[in-house]
């Protein structure tokens, strides 16, 4: 992304530019969050998935600011999400990178889900990383208006 390190990670600290990078299909909407995320953070979403509507509590289980944080499902649709971001500068800006370990919920069966899940987790992540794309160039853009460039 075409932001400093810092600006990067600001704005990954705020819950509610969760809701602008998911997939509008996904209705998903935060129903608690703190203004500014940190370590021990709790929040609670709602989104639907075939029609149903499905809660979700994660806790930002590992906070190392302006490296990467960690949030971890303890409630939701998966029988375990680890979700860790990490952001490295880069001459152009910042490159962001998302690690996610889950399990499907299901027992055997959870297998038979498990290829759908991942399609649906590459397609959010698309998705997310053409948002975050449109989000964060627009201030890069309204700088290089501002000084002529």
Known sequence: MPLPLEATFAFFS??????????????????E???RLGGGSLLRYRLRLFGVRLGWRTEISEWRPPRSFTDTQLRGPYRLWVHTHRFTAVPTGTEIYDS??????GGPLARLARPLVQRWLEEIFAFRARALGELLQAPRDQEQRRSGR
């Open 14 to 31: 705020d819950a509610r530019n969760l809701e602008a990078i998911t997939p509008p299909w996904l209705r998903f909407r935060i129903v």
């Open 33 to 35: 969050a703190p203004e």
């Open 100 to 105: 996610v370990r889950y399990r499907v919920r």
